[in-house]
């Protein structure tokens, strides 16, 4: 046998193993009932046992997290040609660490310049992929700190009306602290920040400041008045950072996009790919306005404070995989329209469930549904009460949800942002639902 002939085995066996997970999504349980602890790794025992192995032992215990009821967290799937272009990242295995002797560095800054347009970003953004969100914010804040530095040495304090934790956790890993964080007041009912709250509290802040602002605020997708946040922080002197994790995609849907005007002024910008443009795990893109700075945090060799463009100077990481091409891949496919359509549909099978909900007695506590995110509680509203609901909801298998507190109440997140979703989908959740036995 070839080396060639090796490979074509090696894939026949994926092909076989990822056709009956793929076609059992839509009717699959979003979670399994049952979770074991995995068994011991079995070494050695070849290629074929090996794929026996997973089939038998892994395949079954998978979550349904790519199908069209996984409403937990805000998850993405994989559309069939971010897949394909995700496999061929693996086959053709370039290390994206640098421009010498390969095309793909040069695709991926192609790939950020292109997403720049479809997300209404200006020129002077300039992207790099990363492996998340979190890892996004991270090298944002990180070259935030390093702008701050130079403004007068001290630390930042970070103002955000409700930052994701993620943002907590790039504080402390840049050394800015968890403790600078400035918690601002939201608006009355929303999860957006009070731009007057805002105002007063950097007037009061004579050292560097950071804004951080939503643009897609993880538990009811909320919007912070990017517009006027940029007027704000120009007044004051303060970096904008917009965490537009999956919020962004708002640019992309003409009657969302007006959500997301002033996003081009920001400072730094975050957006996660693997979540709404429905490429598989891990990809997102950092953006910032200067990768002169960032180079300054980033660079792995001194010799390189140039404008050397090889992206190992840019982000935490020095070898990486080619995680463009499943983005470059959805985006020459589908364009910005066909995106668009699951953004939209997406965010009207929110708006169906919240009303769907309503009418069966379910208090929505966003009812505006600003996105793709609805919080629901059980009217009796406390927290075994929220728990007892989240539980028969998960244990049905039709979805799986996750809980949050909202302005003090225990309550139930559904998060709808995959491609394949339709609104079938919802009426099966809500039947489901409806099946419950009330209390
Ligand atoms: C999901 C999310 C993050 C973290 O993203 P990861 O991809 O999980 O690292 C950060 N901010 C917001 C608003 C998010 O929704």
Redesign the pocket.
Known sequence: MSTADDYRTALDHTRRLADRYLASLPDRPATPAQVPVAGPLPEGIGLQAAFEHLAAQVEPFLSASPGPRYLG??TGGATPEALAADWLASAWDQNVSNHAGSIAASVEAMTVIAFAGAFGLGGNLHGHFV?????A?LVCLATARQWAQQEGGALPKVFAGAA?S??LKAMAITGIGRERHVPVATLPGRTAVDPAALRAALAAETGPKIVVA?A???NIGDFDDLQALADICREAGAWLHV?G???LFAALEPSLRHRVVGVERADSV?V?L??WLNVPY?S?IAYTTRPDLQRQVFAASSAYLGDDPDPLHYTPENSRRFRALAAWMVLAVRGRDGIAQWVAANCRQARTLAAGLQVRGYDVLNPEVALNIVAFAPPAGDAAARDALLQAINASGVTFMTPTVLHGRPAIRAAFSNWSTTDADVDRILAMIESLPRR
Do not use: C, L, R
Request: aromatic share 8%; proline share 0%; glycine share 12%.
């Open positions: 967290y805000v492996s998340g969100a979190t890892a914010n994701h993620s943002i939503s897609g605020e993880v965490d994790a999956f919020g975050t996660d693997h979540k891990d997102a």
